[in-house]
C-alpha cells in the first residue's frame, strides 16, 4: 500500500510547485494540466522472481557506460527520512538505493527495462518452508558496512528489531505485523531496553543465516523483504531518531554532507563490494541532490540544462503539468524524456454506506467522462486511461472492462440515466462530492460534474484543503458521496491493494478502505487469498478478487493509471525506470565523459 | 528617548506574545491534523495515536502552549532528545531541530531582504531625485514610465523571464543561488544579484514616484523659497532642506514596507530556488508543522517590530521637530 507523498505536500503544488510524495495513495496535488501530446507509450514488466545465478554479482554492464563525474538530482522537497526504518514514500524509495540495502532488490535490465527480484544482501530471494511460514535468508560474503565492519544476520535482526519502537511509525509494517499480528507493538517494544525479538520469530544460528517464523503463511515473502527496512543497522551506530541523519550505508554510496531541505551530497563507499551486488553499477563518482527547488523552476531547469543540470534528473518528481505541452510536443526533448508508468490508480471512491444501491454506484460509473477527465488531469503523458483497480505494473495484471469504458470513453449518459431509473430515482439524486482544492482536481471535478448532471445528478461540489483532504474523506462518518483517491502496490503484488483497500473489517477513521465497502464475500475471499503459497496463483486471485468488487461492488471507479513523465540532463546515461517504485532507477545512471 | 524605547520594547513584548497565542491557538482550529498528515501509508487509529503522542499533541493545548513558550527561554527536554533554548522543538516533518533549520535559512532571507532594500532604496530615491530636479524633461517622462511599468510587474512573472534572459541565454548572471558568505563571498554576491534586482523592481518604482512627488511638494514650500531668497544654490537647497523634508516620508513608507520586503522575499526565493525563510514558512503552513510555523511566524514579527522601533527613533534624529517621549 503506498500514498504518494503528496499527501503532505499537495498544497505546495497548488501554489504553482510539487507532484511529489509518498506511496500509498496518491496525492490531492497536482497542477493544472494542458493537455499535451501523449507520452511514448509504456511497458508492462512481468516482475518475475529470480533465481540465486541472477542474485550474483556485479550487475550487469550498461552499454556505454564509464564510472566517473557527478550525477545531480533537482527535487522539489526534501527527503523526511534517511534512516530505512521510516522510508516508505517513492522519493525516499529511490535515493535509499544509494546507501541502502535489503535482503532482495529489484534488478532492471537496462536495455529491456525488464525487472526482476533477486537476492541483494541475501544470496537468493529466500527460501520457504513449513507452508511458506518460515523463510530462510543467507547473507552473502564480503558484505561490509561503510565503516569496513561486516554485515552480519545480527545486524539485520537488530535492524528489524528497532522497527517495534515508538519512534519507528513511518516505514512498512509488513514484517512486524506477520511476526506478532496486528498489535505487535504490544508484544515486542524494541531493542532499547536490552530485549531481542526471540528465535522462535527470528532466529539468526550464524551471522550470515536468518531465519523469519512468521504467523501466517505469506508467498510475498520475497517481495516484503525488499523494502527498506529490512536492511541491517549496526547496534553501535543507532542513535533512534538521530539516526535519521546518519544512516550507516552498505550500498555503494555513503552520505557525505547533508543540509536537510537544501543538499545532500553523496560519495563512494569504498567499502561496498560490487562482485556481492547484482543491482547497482554506481557509475558516477558522487551524487548532489539538490532539494527545495520549486516547480515550475524545477522543469525548466531540466530543460535549459545549464550549467550542472546537464547532468542532471529528478529521479522521483514528475514535470511541472504547465509544461507539459512543449515537453511532450518539442522534438528536442523526446530523447530526454522518460514516461512510464507509475504504480498508482486514481480512482473515484463512491461511499457505500451513503449510497447503498449498487445500481446508482453502476450509473456514476457509465456516466464517468474518462477522456474529458485525463485531459483535465493532463493529458496522456501523465496518466492512462484505466479500468482495473489493480495498475498495470503489478504482476498477473489483465485488461478488464466490464462496463465498456473504453468502448464509450467519453461516457455513456444513455446507461447512467436508464440505470437511474431502475433504481427507482425519480427526478434529480444528490452526489455530495469532495475533491482536494488543487488547480488540477479542481479541473476535474467541473468536467466530472458537468457529466454527472446530465445523467440526472444534482452534484453539490465541495473543495477540500489539500493538507487535510484524506483526513475529512477518511472518517467513517464522512458527509460526502464521492472523492477521489489512489492507491499503488508496494510490490508487484496485489496483495498491497485489494486487502487495504477493500477488506471491510475493522473499519475506523483514518484507514484505506475509503469507500467503506464491506462486503463479506470479499472479506473472506481475501482471507483465503493470503494462505495460497504460490505467489503466481495468488496473483491471479487477487486479480480475480479485484475484478468481482469492480463489476459487483463499484464501490470505486478506476478512471487514470498514473504515468511518470520527466526529463534529464543530456549528460547522464543508462537513465532506466524502477516501475515497482514509479521512480527513475538510479543504479544504472552514468555520467558521459 | 530611553523611556520611549523602553515603552516601545514591552509593547513589542506583548504584542509578540499575542501573536504566539493566537498562531497557536489557530493552528488547532484548521481541520487538518497533523498526526494524520505524518502518518503517510501506516494511517492505523493506533499508529495515528502513537504519533500525536511523538509529536506532544496527546497533550492539553493550554499545556502545549506553555511548554513550548518556556522552551523559547529555557530549552526543554524532548522525545527526540534535548532542545537547547532557544527552543521552538523539532520539526513534525523531518524531525530537524527547527532553531537548526531557521539559523540555516535565515542568512539567505536577510542577505536577500538587505540586498534587495539597497537596490531599491537606491534606485527609488535617486531616480526619484533626478526625476524631481528635472521636472517636466525628458528624463523626468522616461523615468515615470518606466517607474509605472515596474510597479505593474510581478516577481513571479519578471523572475522567470530574468532568469532566461540574464543566465539562460546571455549567461552574464548567476541564475541565483544561497550565499555562503564565509566560504565564497564573491560566489554569494554573484548569486543574490538577480534575486535582489527582481526582488527591488516592484520596490524602486514605487519609491521613485514617491520621492519625485515629495521633493516637488517641498520645492514649493516657503522655507524652500526663503532659502532660495538668501541666495542659497538651487542644488544646495533642494539637497540640503528639500531632501530632509522628504527623508522623513520616505522613512515611513520603509518601515510599513518592511512586511512587504519579507513577503516579497518568500515569493522571490520559491523563483529562484532559494532556501531562505520564505519558501520554509511556506512548506512550513502547508504541511501543518506547528513548530516551524511558530518559530518563522514570531520570527518574522520580531524583525518588523524592532524595525519599525528603529525607524520611529529614527524619526526623531531626522526631524528636529519630532520629539519621543
Known sequence: MRIRKARHASAFLALGALTLSAACSSGGGGGTGTGGGEGKQATVQNFGIGTAA????????????????????????????????????????????????????????????KTILVGDLATDTGKSSDGAKTWTYTLKDGLKFEDGSPVTSKDVKYGIERLFADYQTQGPQYIQKWLYGADYRK????????????????????????????????????YAAAMPNISPVPKAKDDKQKYNNHPVATGPYKIASYKPGKELVFERNTNWDPKTDPIRNAYPDSWNFQLGIAEPGLTNRLAAEDGNDKYAVNLSGSSDPSKMQTLTTDAQYKSRTVNQYQPYVEVININTKRITDPKIRQAIMYAFPMTQVQQAFGGGAQGELGTTLLSPTVAGWKKYDPFGKLDKPTGDIEKAKELLKEAGVTGKIKLSYAYANTPRWQNVSLTLEKALEKAGFDVQRKAIDPTSYYTVVGKLDTPYDIYRTGWGADWPSASTVVPPTMDGRNLADGTNNYSFLNDEHVNSEIDRILAVTDIKKQNDEWRTLSEYVLKNDTSQIPFIFDKYFNIHGSGLGGVTYNEVYGTINPNTIFVKQ | ML??????????????????????????????????????????????????????????????????????????????GHCPAPCFGYSFADQQLVWDTIADRYPTTLSLAIGGATVFLCVGVGLGLVSAWQQG??????????????????????????????????HVLDRGHDPDWSHDPWGSVQGLILPCMVLSVIFWSNYSRQTRSLMVEQMSEDHIRAARAKGMSSRYVFLRYALRGAAASIITIFGIDLSAVLGGAIITEVTFGLHGLGLLSVQAVLRSDLPLEMAVMLIGATIIVVCNIVVDAAYALIDPRIRLS
Not at chain 2, 36 to 49: D, E, F, M, R
Request: with cysteine; net charge negative; proline share 7%.
Open chain 1, 54 to 113: 541472477d542474485s550474483k554479482g556485479p550487475a550487469p554492464e550498461v552499454p556505454g557506460a564509464a564510472k566517473g563525474g557527478t550525477a545531480y538530482d533537482l527535487d522539489q522537497a526534501g527527503f523526511d527520512y534517511l534512516d530505512p526504518g521510516q522510508q516508505y514514500v517513492s522519493d525516499q524509495l529511490s535515493v535509499q538505493l544509494l546507501y541502502n540495502r535489503s535482503l532482495t532488490g529489484y534488478k532492471i535490465d537496462a536495455k529491456t527495462g
Open chain 2, 137 to 170: 524633461r525628458a528624463f523626468d517622462r522616461i523615468a515615470s514610465g518606466v517607474s509605472l511599468v515596474g510597479n505593474s510587474v510581478q516577481i513571479y512573472f519578471l523572475g522567470p523571464i530574468a532568469i532566461g534572459l540574464f543566465a539562460s541565454s546571455w
Open chain 2, 3 to 80: 523611556r520611549f524605547l523602553v515603552r516601545r520594547v514591552l509593547g513589542a513584548l506583548v504584542i509578540l506574545l499575542l501573536i504566539s497565542a493566537i498562531t497557536y491557538f489557530l493552528f488547532f482550529f484548521l481541520p487538518s491534523d497533523p498526526a494524520l498528515l505524518s502518518c503517510g501509508k501506516n494511517c492505523s487509529p493506533q499508529n495515528v495515536a502513537l504519533i500525536r503522542k511523538n509529536l506532544g499533541l496527546d497533550l492539553p493545548i493550554w499545556t502545549q502552549y506553555w511548554h513550548f513558550m518556556v522552551g523559547i527561554f529555557a530549552g526543554r527536554d524532548m522525545p527526540i
Open chain 1, 187 to 222: 508484544a515486542y517494544t524494541g531493542p532499547y531496553e536490552g530485549k531481542e525479538i526471540p528465535a522462535d520469530k527470528i532466529d539468526t544460528p550464524d551471522d550470515k543465516t536468518i531465519v523469519f517464523h512468521f504467523q501466517e503463511a505469506h508467498a510475498d515473502a520475497p
